[in-house]
T-cell receptor, first 111, second 108 residues
């Protein structure tokens, strides 16, 4: 199994630009989670899906952030417009029941 | 509100020097406690799940234990390759609440 796949691995963009992060979960896992990790705040849950349906988006910082899961094998996290304070590592994780399996992350730098 | 606190924030050990990491939690009803290992530049890697007080899980030099208020990750005779950040998390209605982690460095 290839594990959770995320792309791109690194993204550098200018303030105001749109950023789209992509995730392919492990086949057969019915839950998908988006996290953000920073030194200051640690690992924060942004949103999670169960069977492609968004269940809890209370961690999404503001309206600039949106996430979709059009099918069981693909999800996106979009930031529009991006700001320097969005710089962080963004992780996607998938779960068959309870344990979550993380992808390698996307390191986002907004200048 | 559910809370997870890990201590110490950082720990430096000599190779072979055993120690323990602590994870204390406050939850209305524990459904599961999870330990993860995170190497620099990588995503957290699942290690253990504990469900009830008194439960123990082992993997190589690591042993996780659980009481009603806290969990310990015991590291016996650590090696430099055990250097990583160790995260614990508690389950809260289908999602995990993570602590900020303990950064472990093991020197030869």
């Amino acid at each position: 199994d290839a594990g959770v796949i995320q792309s791109p691995r690194h993204e550098v963009t200018e303030m105001g630009q749109e950023v789209t992060l992509r995730c392919k979960p492990i086949s057969g896992h019915n839950s998908l989670f988006w996290y953000r990790q920073t030194m200051m705040r640690g690992l924060e849950l942004l949103i999670y899906f169960n069977n492609n349906v968004p269940i809890d988006d209370s961690g999404m910082p503001e309206d600039r952030f949106s996430a979709k899961m059009p099918n069981a094998s693909f999800s996106t996290l979009k930031i529009q417009p991006s700001e320097p304070r969005d710089s962080a590592v963004y992780f996607c994780a998938s779960s068959p029941e309870v344990e979550q399996y993380f992808g390698p992350g996307t390191r986002l730098t907004v200048t | 509100e559910d809370q997870v606190t890990q201590s110490p924030e950082a720990l430096r050990l000599q190779e072979g020097e055993s120690s323990s990491l602590n994870c204390s939690y406050t939850v209305s009803g524990l459904r599961g406690l999870f330990w993860y290992r995170q190497d620099p530049g990588k995503g957290p890697e699942f290690l253990f799940t504990l469900y009830s007080a008194g439960e123990e899980k082992e993997k190589e030099r690591l042993k996780a234990t659980l009481t009603k208020k806290e969990s310990f990750l015991h590291i016996t005779a650590p090696k430099p390759e055990d250097s990583a950040t160790y995260l614990c998390a508690v389950e809260d209605t289908d999602k995990l609440i993570f602590g900020t982690g303990t950064r472990l460095q093991v020197f030869p």
